[in-house]
């Protein structure tokens, strides 16, 4: 969705994300998502009298990994207290950070080669989660709330972009990227679903070149679906607003994925005053050069360079071929197809079926082994199977995990015997002298006659290709 | 220096954190709070050119703990000590107005 002419959208996004850490950011309650209610809670979570944190490391370690995976700098960083009083923070404070983060500066290059610029991404606790009861479980019409502290001091890296993008699509596509970069330093599981990832989008616009407009900031959008509609609904509503005269009022709002729409949760004089303040419980945070480089120095390859590296085995990739790269490094399945190019499967082959049949049956991958996979794309190559036969026999060797030949064979893929593919196309020319001899003078779609032909006296069991070669060889 | 904190900036520091004050201690607050303000202005009256921001008085950095999962609390332990439970949950009043 575009603005209408001589309007531009403005947007910024600050994205939380869980660390996937073996226990809390300030105590050694377990970190996992599932578990009975206020079964990981202690005296550190309950903000309990007398309770003191203490700084998980590899939270640290994770959140460097992440700021040098955004090309950030990593400098002396301090915790500060964000008060505000809310029951899903037991201690009535949060611990963040606050004007010294430990990641500044960095960047992220999109796929369509964009740049968004890092501002900052700092360590901070998670909250304990609500639930509302009775009205329509929202908190508005709510009667009371029920509160689980399990998340409740969960390490999370807050993420804060520039305003740098220009539309829904682009702050979709950085949110996707960036996700994939949390998955491959093994910070984030990157499970939208489950809350490991959420985004607030500040949106605002403005006449090209003038100066920025107001913004609106729409919280906790958890899935990029909404937050591309929620973007693309708000800067709609500020041209709206604008175009009649309107002010925009700077305030946080609310997404509604059943409405479509965005409302209003609170206006900047509602704001509240958190007045920060140095937690005295905490001593800064200064990462050692040598305790960075080894962070940085054990970082797999991000997905741009594996995209990049996938690309590097189709000689002039095709724009398919692109998306294709893109949607099998987010499966984390290039380590797969370069296994499989390496021991002899077609490169092209091996992108498309991946992309396509394996991304179908993704949740089923262990029963498709290497080998089985490098077997039926040279069944393909050799034009043993049909493109469509072995796509059904991936299909099942997939469900299934049987043998791609036994497969194909109980299906009765066999191979048609060259000699009998020849016997029958003599035969059909033949038959059909008119047809055969339109083809001799040039008719090119006469092919496509002989290969129905051959493929009703042989049920579909002949490949198309050999087909032709065959009528070739006898023009 | 008490000019520099007002009545009115008590007020509502006292509402932030959730302090019912009456007017008698409302001034008193103002004119000690102004006091202990003043102090800090004595510092800052200092010339403290060349001394590094100290951001905790131990001068210790990176203490930090091992990521190794330690025994959590028995939630029926501090659910009893609640005012209300439900679902193993604590049961709170409605919450006017979305988490910040």
């Known amino acids: 969705m575009s603005l209408p002419d001589g309007w531009e959208m403005v947007i910024g996004l600050e994205v939380h994300t869980e660390l996937q850490t073996k226990t809390k950011l300030f105590c050694g309650c377990a970190n996992a998502f599932g578990a009975d209610a206020n079964s990981q809670v202690c005296p550190v979570c309950l903000g309990l009298p007398g309770s ?24 002396p960083s301090t915790f500060h207290r964000k008060n505000y009083f809310y029951p899903d923070m037991p201690k009535d404070y949060q611990i963040s950070q606050y004007d010294l983060p430990i990641n500044s500066n960095g960047y992220l290059d999109l796929p369509d080669g964009s740049r968004v610029t890092i501002e900052r991404a700092h360590l901070e606790e998670d909250t304990g989660k609500s639930t509302h009861l009775g009205g329509s479980g929202r908190i508005h019409g709510a009667d009371r709330s029920l509160v689980d502290y399990n998340r409740s001091g969960v390490p999370l890296v807050e993420i804060v972009s520039g305003p740098d993008m220009r539309s829904a699509a682009q702050a979709r596509a950085y949110a996707a990227e960036l996700r994939g970069i949390l998955i491959a330093t093994g910070a984030s599981d990157g499970r939208l679903e489950e809350g490991s ?69 609170r206006t900047k004089e509602e704001a509240d005053d958190y007045r920060y303040f140095l937690e005295p419980d905490l001593v800064e945070l200064s990462p050692s050069i040598e305790w960075q480089d080894r962070v940085r120095a054990a970082l797999p390859p991000m997905p741009a360079e594996r995209r ?153 069991q002949a490949n198309g290709k050999a087909v032709i070669a065959e009528l070739n060889a006898r023009r | 220096m008490s000019s520099r904190l007002t009545r009115e900036d ?37 010339d403290l050119t060349g001394v590094a921001a100290t951001a905790h008085p131990f001068g210790l950095i990176n203490i930090v703990r091992p990521d190794v999962v330690t025994p959590s609390l028995n939630r029926d332990a501090f659910l009893s000590q609640a005012p209300d439970v439900q679902d193993f949950r604590f049961a709170v009043p409605r919450i006017v107005g979305e988490a910040p």
């Open chain 1, 52 to 75: 003191l944190p203490v700084l998980n490391e590899q939270a640290v370690e994770l959140a460097m990994a992440i700021g040098f995976a955004l090309h950030c700098s990593v400098a």
């Open chain 1, 197 to 265: 990832m959420r985004f607030d989008a500040n949106v605002s616009v403005r006449r090209p070149g003038a100066p920025l407009g107001t913004r609106c900031e729409i919280k906790n959008l958890n899935s990029l679906r909404s937050l591309q509609r929620a973007i693309d609904y708000e800067a709609a509503r500020h041209v709206a607003i604008l175009e009649d005269g309107g002010k925009i009022r700077q305030e946080t709002r609310h997404w509604s994925e059943d409405l479509g729409e965005t409302s209003t949760m």
């Open chain 1, 308 to 460: 990049a590296t996938l690309l590097t085995i189709v000689s002039e990739p095709t724009s398919a071929q692109r998306d294709a790269v893109g949607v099998i490094v987010d499966l984390q399945l290039d380590r797969f197809v370069l296994d499989a190019v390496a021991q002899g499967a077609d490169a092209a082959l091996a992108i498309a079926r991946t992309s396509n049949e394996i991304a179908a049956g993704i949740d089923s991958l262990a029963n498709l082994s290497l080998d089985s996979f490098v077997t039926t794309l040279q069944l393909e190559a050799s034009g043993s199977l049909s493109a469509t036969q072995a796509k059904t026999v991936l299909a099942e060797v997939l469900a299934t995990g049987g043998d791609p030949v036994a497969i194909a064979a109980a299906r009765g893929f066999e191979q048609l015997a060259s000699d009998t593919l020849s016997d029958l196309v003599a035969s059909l020319v033949e038959a059909h002298p008119d047809e055969w001899h339109r083809f001799r003078e040039g008719d090119e779609k006469l092919a496509q006659f002989f290969i129905g032909q051959v493929m009703k006296a042989t049920k579909g």
């Open chain 2, 10 to 46: 008590v007020a509502k520091v006292a509402a932030l954190a959730r302090l019912r004050l009456s007017d008698e201690e409302l001034d008193l607050f103002t004119e000690q709070l102004s006091k202990i303000l003043g102090h800090a202005d004595d510092m800052a009256a200092l």
